[in-house]
């Protein structure tokens, strides 16, 4: 929003500057597009526009195995993640001067990728040989498999990963909320959960839904720590990158790249739309307010 005293000239310039930031990290994602929808795939010399590699996506059992896989990892991954970073946020929002539960959180990104999943490979590796030990010694046999690796583990090692970014989403988000709204709930007689439900979650549930979407576009871009813990089955970052290691991508994977990339998009686009119209909504309420207030 531009104020009364900035010349216009710069406020066009600064949007001008955004959507060129924007384009440019756009630039692969339009050009995986472009290779998509070319009868001759990638690096052919002729260029002829098809969409049948996206109607050829569904008949190639091992993406769409992979998509699957990968969708189930995502959600699982969002039910644990989300929760956890937003009950960590709500923590610090108490106590804001405890900078060390930041640090804390914030550690697990300042750790190589294939250094951290090597490590809870170990790490898996060792309690699952205790487990089939213990589970020999008492006979309780259900626990052998525990964290052998495949989903369980996979699992972890994205939640591991993730908690962080949600952390710090939600905690920007709850920078605009007063404690004592929830505080002055609990004193009319409502119980906890139901001021959290409706005084607290409106106003976060912005950065909530961009976590969930967040969560998903992080699972589908993991590669390493997956690879490594996820065990028998194939994802679909796993699969893209053996094609490119060995046959080189299919037509069929860039088709897929694109609609994921699409659903990618929508999801960012509606969340961020939804939140300037209610940032816009709120502004004007406020305004309003504001004016009503004034003496006459």
Not at 254 to 279: D, E, H, K, N
Request: one cysteine or more; glycine letters at 8%; proline letters at 3%.
């Amino acid at each position: 929003m531009s104020d009364d005293y900035a010349n216009p000239w710069s406020y066009r310039l600064m949007w001008a500057y955004l959507f060129g930031v924007v384009l440019i990290l756009m630039t692969p994602t339009f050009y995986n597009y472009y290779i998509s929808l070319n009868e001759y795939g990638f690096g052919a010399a002729n260029y002829e526009f098809t969409t049948g590699w996206y109607a050829a996506v569904f008949s190639d059992s091992l993406l769409v195995n992979a998509f699957g896989w990968t969708l189930m990892l995502g959600l699982v991954n969002l039910v644990v993640t989300v929760p956890l970073g937003l009950l960590a946020a709500k923590q610090f929002k108490r106590r804001p001067s405890q900078a060390w539960l930041v640090a804390l959180m914030l550690l697990p990104l300042f750790v190589p990728g294939d250094i951290f999943a090597s490590a809870l490979l170990v790490f898996f590796k060792t309690l699952n040989g205790g487990f089939q030990e213990l589970a020999a010694l008492t006979g309780l046999t259900f626990m052998k498999g525990w964290f052998k690796l495949g989903v369980t583990t996979a699992v972890i090692g994205l939640v591991v990963y993730t908690v962080p970014y949600i952390f710090i989403v939600i905690l920007i988000t709850l920078g605009r909320f007063h404690p004592e709204q929830t505080e002055a709930a609990r004193a009319c007689g409502a119980a906890a959960w139901r001021a959290f439900w409706d005084v607290e979650f409106p106003q976060v549930k912005a950065g909530v839904f961009a976590s969930c979407a967040f969560v998903m576009i992080l699972t589908f871009n993991e590669y390493t720590r997956t690879a490594i813990l996820k065990g028998g089955f194939d994802t679909f970052t796993t699969v893209l990158v053996s094609q490119m290691l060995n046959t080189g991508m299919s037509e069929q994977s860039y088709a897929m790249g694109g609609i994921v990339s699409s659903i990618a998009i929508a999801v960012i686009g509606t969340v961020l739309v939804v939140t300037m119209l209610r940032a816009g909504q709120t502004e004007r309420r406020r305004r309003g307010e504001e004016a009503l207030a004034l003496p006459a």
